[in-house]
């Protein structure tokens, strides 16, 4: 395997399939077999995953809600998808544990970033729940700034298209997928694959990003062994 410690960010759209909201158990059942997959060879994985499957704070706060209040309710809607994603997980018979930035101790530990490091060197799962713990920061920031917290060499960034193009694919037959760029050039030509404080805090820590099609089966596998999937993001 090329890594060693990754993490891996999960939308919740991702969860949800085909539906139109809501977590569809056999695209976390299939997740899950593959994050086991690379666990088992040894890599130390760690997951963000986002709540836009159930409840998206920018657009709530777009029709009238508070953006703070509707942000937590994101961060609430992101624990449930980490505990449906470790129950998936420990089905596998890989041993999980999530810890969340709002405290919540009946289902879940709360984040310590040494603890997070110990359970990764264990063999352990880590999903990280709840964002950042504070409103306006994506999960998208939030997998920045935990990779850069526990020392991951990579984020995975596992979405429905298989990598960073200069126009939309499903509009544009004629798209131009990158293999890869650097972080300021994602910033110059407006590729809005994350937003801007979490690309600066990639940039910044040199924590490279690999975008790369989630559904296609394998392809967490060939990201960990250090294949040409999707596109590869990195500080230049």
């Not at 992101?78 to 890989?94: G, K, W």
């Amino acid at each position: 395997m090329r890594y060693k410690r990754v993490l891996l960010k999960l939308s919740g759209e991702a969860l949800m399939g085909d539906q139109e909201y809501g977590i569809a158990p056999d695209i976390v059942n299939q997740i899950a077999q593959e994050i086991g997959q690379i666990v088992k060879s040894g890599v130390e994985l760690a997951v963000v995953v986002g709540g836009g499957n159930i409840f998206r704070g920018v657009s709530k706060a777009s029709r009238g809600m508070d953006r703070a209040s509707a942000d937590y309710v994101g961060m609430l809607a992101t624990v449930m998808n980490a505990l449906t994603l470790q129950d998936a997980l420990e089905h596998v018979e890989i041993p999980t544990r999530v810890q969340t930035a709002i405290a919540m101790q009946q289902i879940a530990e709360p984040y310590i970033r040494r603890r997070a490091m110990r359970h990764l060197e264990k063999g352990r799962v880590v999903i990280f729940g709840a964002g950042s713990g504070n409103p306006f920061f994506t999960t998208d920031t939030t997998a920045a700034l935990r990779a850069a917290e526990i020392g991951a060499e990579v984020i995975f960034k596992a979405t429905k298209v298989d990598g960073v193009y200069d126009s939309d694919p499903l509009l544009n037959k004629d798209a131009h997928r990158y293999e890869h760029l650097h972080f300021s050039e994602m910033l110059q030509r407006d590729l809005r694959v994350m937003d801007a404080t979490a690309i600066a805090l990639c940039k910044e820590n040199q924590i490279p990003l690999l975008v790369f099609n989630l559904f296609e089966k394998g392809n967490i596998w060939r990201a960990a062994c250090g294949e040409q999937v999707g596109t590869l993001i990195t500080a230049g």
